[in-house]
């Protein structure tokens, strides 16, 4: 069974540039989630889809973050303009719906901005 | 609300140590508990699960079980390799939703 599949896994980008960073789900998972994850920290939600509705976008920095998930399936998270702050590892994971469903990861997209 | 407070890190342990990262956490009803593991320039991949009460998860030699009246979902191993190298989540979700909540990580370095 395919994971979760991300890209790019790098990403080297100047401050005030924009970045979209793509997600794949696991098929058949209705639940998709996006989290930041800084270096040396925990994930962080940053939005999380149920088919293509949101359930959940409290800690997305709204007036540079932006995340759809069309169709229900893939997702495009997208930041514009990236600050330095923004360096991080970007992980989409997705799930089955219902409690108690594990939550699998992609590897992740590595931003870097400079 | 829900929350995972994970051991501090980081840990170092000579290869063959005995491991304990101590996990508690806090929720309404009846959470799923779960330890994750993330290797270097990797995502976090799961290691093991349990969810309800007294379940014990396994994995690669891993253990964890699930302690309700201490709140705890401690995870051990009996014997560390080099290769257990790694950041070690503990993590929650409720028993209803599928909201899910991570604690820090906790840094495991094993020297030969």
């Known amino acids: 069974e395919a994971g979760v599949a991300q890209s790019p896994r790098y990403k080297i980008i100047e401050k005030r540039q924009s970045v979209a960073f793509w997600c794949n789900p696991i098929?058949?998972?209705?639940?998709l989630y996006w989290y930041q994850q800084i270096l040396g920290q925990g994930p962080k939600l940053l939005i999380q889809?149920?088919?293509?509705?949101?359930?959940?976008d409290s800690q997305l920095p709204k007036d540079r973050f932006s995340a759809e998930r069309l169709k229900g399936v893939d997702s495009t998270l997208k930041i514009q303009p990236a600050k330095l702050e923004d360096s991080a590892v970007y992980l989409c994971?997705?799930?089955?719906?219902?409690?108690?469903?594990?939550?699998?990861f992609g590897e992740g997209s590595w931003l870097t901005v400079v | 609300g829900d929350s995972v407070t994970q051991m501090e890190g980081p840990v170092t342990l000579s290869e063959e140590a005995f491991l304990t990262i101590n996990c508690t956490y806090t929720a309404t009803g009846y959470p799923s508990l779960f330890w994750y593991v993330q290797y270097p320039g990797e995502g976090l991949q799961l290691l093991l699960k349990a969810t309800k009460a007294d379940d014990k998860g396994s994995n690669k030699g891993f253990e964890a079980t699930y302690r309700k009246e201490t709140t705890s979902f401690h995870l051990e191993k009996g014997s560390v390799q080099v290769s257990d190298s790694a950041v070690y989540f503990c993590a929650l979700t409720p028993g209803t939703g599928n909201q899910f909540y991570f604690g820090t990580g906790t840094s495991l370095t094993v020297i030969p």
């Open positions: 098929s058949g998972h209705a639940t």
């Open positions: 994971a997705s799930s089955l719906v219902g409690g108690g469903n594990t939550i699998y």
């Open positions: 889809f149920q088919n293509n509705g949101v359930v959940d």
